[in-house]
């Protein structure tokens, strides 16, 4: 049979878009994340722009960071690596620079929405519906290209990099449409389709495996092709890549309720996310030693390139939280842990070093071959490498020890059974010199990424720029040598691109349908609880500006039932309790008390005014921003009656047509708490956000009474003969 032969070239024009992009925005989100973790020792910093407050833009570090950074460098490696493993250009050049375009434009509206308080309050997942959407058109222009390529791929054999691409788009397509569910209130402001335990237990199915399926199996995914190419040597098993990617992504899944230990969802549940949590230790180490093992007889090349250097910190990174995460999914030392900075340093171990140093280390390889450059100097990779490996110990290790403390401080009793440190401030006060620590170690991770940027630039700068070409040859296809086993199954299937993306869809459903259908079908695992009732039209409003504040993100609304939080906080908290909850906000993060029942401290409301308006005078030492501009900003009476008629719609019993009456209402329930703030001489409109958000404050907590529910208890076991 004649051969034909034929040049065409790949596109690589793509690849340095994104590549760029993963640079500027990876410097962005870095520096954001400097100024929050200056702001906890300093928080004045915002006092002359309440968009700067660390409520707000703490989420648009996570989003910079994750989706910016993160997501630009997945694509980036997505685009060179596909196409030289399908030996085919992408698919379709307009699609890829529709998504490229698309991406930045959202990333754009995350950096202008959530400083201005335009926040569903729901972790990795704060973009408001109209953001939602264009992620999901755009993640569908990605995935048509990609999937599209696959199927026409001039390489019979899938390389093991490529299915970690697939579970990537199936999945976070998946998880990212079942936890947006919403309805519109306005265009930038919506209501979750779920509420309390049902919507935290949906927002940490999609906020673990948003890590799971996000941070970790598309660079797994690079990892698989870029440091095979770095090092130049084979994949050290084949077989072993197969059991990791199934195992990893069926075993994955069931992990999310692991984040909610100790908490009102129901115990089954909690005990899944454990087990599935200690399963994920020998899929997820199989993956780091696969990768490191790659390297053996490469370790000479790793002492002097920096490249290598910082891939096998990478590996090494990601060895270490994929060891800690399922440590940490132990119910004793979860009760240590969790609320605590111990939290906060896993995550950025994670982040920094598997996440950032595998990004680090694949620009310096990929941006001299972008450009047919050498890499302009050597010396700076190598400080870069130190510097940010200096500031990841800087940041992790002061945060781990601020966690124990923390932890520790939070359950110490006196000899007579009174709590040790009773006024939470006493524990900030004892992390205030890790944080700053921390803000070094943060500082020197971003000096370090301002250094690369620069050599990067330098490596580019006045290169000519040409699409790498390749030789295709059509011929007629030479079956490969024979395989038995494993191997040959696995190579069998991965000719059949649609059938391994639907057992790939398989593998992640079954553990996601057996842990969130029964929450929505049994009925019982939310008790309801008859003193429990809706938000008043003013409640509401000040719930919404508590969203809106990005509060959850100090504070939290769930007090576990542990003796030290009931000694504190009051009784622990039901699942009952948070039915007109949309979102749920248990948080993630204690850096304040619980609020939980803070309405039955008897705080007054003077006491919530001068705390919201300067925190140093209730509490000298607080870190808390403050937020004197809620005296001036109004209540909007035209998105009171929105809100009210959009929750009624989703099941809030306020009653047909109340919207209508739900300002006069709020106004009425605003002229008490203006009232008894002028007898403490305070003068302010009754129509002040301040006073909306007083009203929630003073909410939290007071309509559930444990008493109650004791002799409500006690009388059904009555009834039911239980009881003689």
């Not at 202008?112 to 264009?134: H, R």
């Not at 295709?472 to 490969?480: G, I, L, M, R």
């Not at 029964?518 to 409640?539: C, F, Q, R």
């Not at 039955?600 to 501009?629: D, V």
Request: hydrophobic residues 45%; positive net charge; glycine residues 8%.
């Amino acid at each position: 049979m004649s051969e034909i032969s034929k040049t065409e070239s790949y596109d690589d024009k793509i690849v340095r878009n994104f590549a760029w992009a993963t640079v500027l925005w990876g410097i962005v989100g870095m520096l954001v994340g400097v100024i929050i973790a200056a702001e906890l020792f300093h928080p004045q910093i915002s006092d002359s722009a309440k968009e700067l407050s660390f409520g707000r833009i703490r989420p648009l570090h996570t989003n910079a960071v994750i989706f910016a950074f993160v997501g630009n460098g997945i694509f980036m490696g997505v685009y060179y690596s596909l196409q030289r493993l399908c030996r085919r250009r992408m698919f379709c050049d307009k699609l890829s620079r529709i998504h490229f375009w698309g991406w930045q434009a959202i990333i754009v509206a995350a950096a202008v929405t959530l400083p201005l308080g335009l926040s569903s309050a729901k972790e990795y997942a704060e973009l408001e519906w109209p953001i939602d959407i264009a992620i999901t058109v755009i993640w569908v222009v990605f995935g048509i290209n990609m999937i599209m390529t696959i199927i026409k791929r001039r390489e019979s054999h899938m390389y093991v990099a490529i299915w970690f691409y697939l579970a990537t788009f199936i999945t976070v397509a998946l998880l990212h449409v079942v936890n947006s569910m919403a309805l519109p209130a306005s265009f930038f402001k919506s209501y979750s389709m779920y509420a309390g335990v049902q919507d935290a237990l949906i927002q940490w199915w999609y906020g673990h495996n948003a890590v799971a399926f996000f941070l970790t199996t598309p660079y797994l995914g690079l990892m698989y092709y870029f440091i095979p190419k770095a090092s130049n040597r084979p994949v050290f098993s084949y077989r072993l890549s197969i059991i990791h990617f199934w195992s990893l992504i069926f075993i994955y899944i069931w992990a999310g309720p692991h984040h909610l230990l100790h908490t009102s969802l129901p115990d089954w549940c909690q005990t899944l996310g454990v087990v599935f949590s200690l399963m994920l230790i020998a899929p997820s180490w199989g993956g780091m030693l696969n990768g490191l093992l790659t390297l053996r007889g490469a370790w000479d090349k790793v002492r002097t390139e920096p490249v290598l250097k910082f891939m096998v910190v990478a590996i090494t990174a990601y060895g270490m939280a994929t060891f800690e995460g399922p440590l940490l999914s132990l119910r004793s030392l979860n009760s240590l842990t969790h609320y605590t900075d111990w939290t906060i340093a896993h995550v950025h171990v994670a982040g920094l070093g598997w996440n950032g140093y595998l990004t680090f280390g694949i620009l310096y390889w990929l941006i001299p071959r972008l450009y047919n450059r050498k890499l302009y100097s050597l010396k700076l990779a190598n400080l870069h490498f130190w510097i940010g490996l200096i500031g990841i110990i800087l940041y992790a290790i002061p945060l781990y020890w601020a966690g124990v403390t923390q932890g520790m401080m939070w359950q110490q009793f006196n000899e007579n059974g009174t709590l040790t440190y009773g006024n939470f401030v006493e524990t900030v006060d004892k992390v205030i010199p890790m944080y700053k620590l921390r803000a070094l170690g943060g500082l020197l991770y971003l000096i370090g990424a301002i250094i690369m940027a620069w050599n990067l630039f330098k490596t580019a700068a006045g290169a000519k720029v040409e699409d790498e070409s390749f030789q295709v040859v059509e011929k007629e296809h030479k079956p490969e040598k024979k395989l038995k086993g494993l191997i040959y199954s696995h190579r069998w299937l991965e000719g059949k691109t649609v059938l391994f993306s639907v057992l790939t869809l398989g593998a992640v459903l079954i553990g996601g349908l057996f842990e969130i259908v029964p929450m929505y079908l049994v009925s019982s695992n939310v008790k309801k609880i008859d003193s429990v009732k809706p938000y008043t039209a003013l409640e509401q409003y000040g719930r919404d500006i508590y969203v809106r504040e990005g509060c959850y993100t100090c504070h939290s609304q769930m007090i576990r039932p542990f003796r030290a939080e009931t000694e504190r906080y009051g009784d622990f908290s039901r699942s009952g309790e948070f039915i007109y909850d949309r979102p749920f906000q248990w948080g993630s993060k204690r850096i304040g008390p619980d609020l939980a029942r803070v309405g039955k401290r008897n705080l007054s409301n003077a006491w919530h005014y001068e705390h919201l308006m300067n925190p140093r005078s209730t509490s000298p030492t607080s870190i808390m921003p403050a937020y004197a501009f809620m005296k001036d900003s109004k209540v909007s009476q035209d998105f009171l009656e929105r809100a009210i008629r959009t929750l009624t719609k989703l099941g809030v019993p306020y009653g047909k047509g109340y919207d209508k009456q739900a300002y006069a209402d709020a106004m009425l329930q605003a002229e008490g708490i203006q009232k008894d703030l002028l007898d403490n001489g305070v003068e302010i409109e009754k129509d002040a956000e301040v006073i909306a958000l007083i009203a929630y404050l003073q909410r939290m907590g007071t309509d559930f009474d444990p008493d109650a529910e004791g002799k409500e208890k006690l009388i059904e076991e009555k009834n039911e003969g239980v009881v003689k």
